[in-house]
């Protein structure tokens, strides 16, 4: 399998905080890629790294061999990277149509026609002619996967896509997301449910204090001790240890 | 894309909204047509030279708050320094038949020169101001409107503080203010025109989706500061042109008339009152405040009374229809269109409703009434958008 996206050696620091430390990740081309560690580990920073909302201080980024490093975001999107924010980020004020043909690149009866198919296939297009502002936060999660599938990416980053929405939905996203990665769009998904992430991932990368821990099928991520050391600090307690080994196991996810 | 996206392709392609009702699309039309009407025959209906001069203004504001409304009523960058390119397209055709020594009708053949100066100023106007976002655009775009002020107190060519003189046009005064106003509501229907395309483009929407999250319409591939500056250049091109004619109808132009800080003040307000986005609301806060203004100011003789007047007028547009004329008329339309039908039907009914795909508890709950009263509040904001 060919790497489609690949991080080498990224730092980014705010301040006097160190996002990301010489972070590499690789994400192959059809995969369906799991991005998982604690709170403040950096996840979201690489995705705005990549994404060109914030600059890299050193390192690269490639998507397939075009050096992307630190290009503007209408440009890394033009290139074939969508991605979704982890709080959504809809245009209220524009009708759910609207919102779709913001990013689409085809002509106006071409785009509706697409844009409509879009939010049939997440299970909205009932809503289309509403503001944006009144969906549900559900609604809205959904509303952000269709406009950024509607200019056909190649790779989507999702950021939480089960972050606060309720099982059904959860189910719902996760098989939409099988069946567009079975028709050949690559994810990278930032989660923090690991049921979700562990039952739809093909590799797991976890971040932790900005630098990558371990990667892998989920199988061997989940056992990884610095993947609980990561969660849990050095030293666990053997109690803590066990609670988190069977977080880690599928089934035993936030409500999924 | 997957097998189940392409079985819903067809209903996908059924279920396009086909743009808005026949009838409500074709009361719109009527109205159009009868408001242009009215507009071409006042000045034959009202003769009286006084009354005709509301007339010109009116249809002077007119212009330029769509203008401003196109930028940043759709954008959402709210410009103080539209006066910058009003008072240059004033100079340019003041200057420019000074120097170039033309007079009498020809002097409206320099207008286009007027929206050129107002454009070639925008563009570094913009490369500088749209940098940066709300209080501080603000604060940049007033900054170099006082540049500007400065400049036409002290350069030469705009002759100080004097001002320049229009060349004199020898019009019976019966009929003088006739070609103006028929000019300036060509500008105004022009400018207005322009602003409904627009809104209605992927220009417009892209304006629009930055109004909304410009970092968001950026990472979909907007390129925002060009679709920024392009609004931004339109708009000045316009305000410019109907700058040059405010010149030559009111025949002097001075540095604190030219470039007058109230300028801005008035067409935020004509936008504010008549709904700040919609194509409509400027027009229609145009018509009430210019005229208004003009008559506060005939009627007394305190030249400061009509500016407290429309202070006041601002707040209570502020505290009472912060949304304007046009959006707020249209809520209420729809209450009242919807009002008695209940959103979530009977426990019966709802039994019966569809189920479709739910994307959360609430929209489970969800009965088939509620969807209705969505339709039908969709279709009548889609009315309210397009007034």
């Known amino acids: 399998m060919s790497v489609l996206l690949r991080t080498e050696g990224v730092h980014k620091s705010y301040g006097g905080v160190q996002a990301l430390e010489d972070c590499t990740v690789e994400i192959g081309e059809g995969e369906v890629a799991g991005l998982i560690g604690p709170n403040g580990s950096g996840k979201t920073t690489l995705f705005n790294v990549i994404t060109g909302y914030a600059k890299a201080d050193a390192g690269e980024v490639y998507l397939g061999d075009r050096r992307i490093t630190n290009i503007a975001p209408d440009k890394v999107f033009a290139l074939g990277i969508g991605r979704t924010f982890q709080l959504t980020r809809i245009f209220a004020s524009l009708t759910v149509m609207e919102n779709m043909l913001v990013a689409s690149k085809h002509g106006r009866a071409s785009a509706r026609k697409r844009a409509m198919e879009q939010l049939e296939f997440v299970g909205i297009a009932g809503h289309h002619a509403v503001p944006a502002g009144t969906l549900s936060y559900g609604q809205r999660k959904l509303l952000e996967l269709a406009y950024v599938l509607v200019a056909e990416p190649a790779i989507v980053l999702l950021d939480e896509p089960a972050g606060g929405v309720n099982l059904t939905l959860v189910n719902q996203i996760a098989g939409r997301i099988r069946e567009l990665n079975a028709a050949g769009v690559t994810f990278l998904i930032v989660e923090h449910n690991m049921e979700f992430v562990m039952g739809l991932c093909d590799q797991v990368t976890v971040l932790d204090s900005g630098t990558v821990v371990a990667a892998g099928p989920p199988a061997i991520v989940r056992t990884d001790r610095r993947v609980l050391d990561a969660y849990l600090g050095e030293d666990p307690a053997a109690e803590d240890l066990e609670a988190a080994e069977a977080a880690l196991e599928p089934g035993a996810g936030e409500g999924a | ?387």
């Not at chain 2, 300028?263 to 008549?274: K, N, Q, R, S, T």
Request: hydrophobic share 50%; proline share 4%.
């Open chain 2, 1 to 387: 894309m997957s097998e189940s996206s392409t079985g819903t392709q067809d209903r996908g392609a059924r279920a396009v909204p086909s743009g808005g009702l026949t009838g409500a699309r074709g009361l719109r039309i009527a109205g159009v047509v009868a408001v242009l009407a009215a507009a071409v025959a006042f000045p034959q209906v009202f003769t009286n030279p006084a009354v005709t001069n509301y007339g010109v203004f009116a249809m002077i504001f007119v212009a330029v708050a769509s203008a401003w409304n196109t930028f940043s009523g759709f954008s959402g960058y709210i410009s103080l320094g539209h006066a910058v390119f009003f008072g240059s397209g004033a100079y340019a055709v003041g200057v420019a038949a000074r120097d170039w020594h033309v007079a009498g009708v020809g002097v409206f053949g320099l207008l286009p020169l007027a929206a050129a100066v107002g454009a070639l100023i925008a563009v570094p106007f913009g490369l500088v101001a749209l940098r940066v976002r709300r209080h501080t655009f603000i604060v940049i775009t007033i900054a170099l409107f006082f540049i500007f002020q400065l400049m036409a107190f002290n350069f030469s060519f705009t002759q100080g503080s004097s001002g320049l003189d229009a060349p004199f046009l020898s019009w019976s005064l019966q009929t003088f203010n006739n070609p103006f106003y028929y000019i300036a509501l060509a500008c105004a229907a022009g400018a207005t025109a322009l602003a409904w395309l627009i809104r209605r483009s992927r220009f417009g929407l892209q304006l629009r989706a930055i109004r909304d999250d410009e970092d968001r319409a950026r990472g979909l591939g907007v390129r925002t500061m060009r679709v920024k500056l392009a609004a931004f250049v339109l708009s000045a091109a316009i305000t410019g042109l109907v700058g040059g004619l405010w010149f030559y109808y009111i025949a002097q132009v001075e540095p604190q008339t030219g470039f007058d800080p109230l300028f801005d003040l008035f067409v935020v307000l004509m936008a504010f009152l008549g709904g700040l986005g919609t194509v409509s609301g400027p027009v229609l806060g145009a018509l009430i405040i210019e005229p208004g203004q003009l008559y506060l100011t005939t009627v007394f003789t305190n030249a400061y009374l009509s500016e407290i007047l429309l202070g006041v007028l601002f707040l209570a547009v502020v505290l009472f229809m912060p949304r304007g004329i046009i959006p707020t008329s249209t809520e209420w339309i729809t209450k009242l269109r919807t009002r008695g039908r209940s959103a979530i039907p009977p426990a019966s009914q709802r039994a019966a409703a569809p189920t479709g795909l739910r994307s959360d508890e609430g929209a489970t709950r969800e009965g088939g009434a509620l969807k209705a009263a969505r339709r039908r509040a969709g279709k009548a904001q889609r009315v309210g958008k397009v007034l």
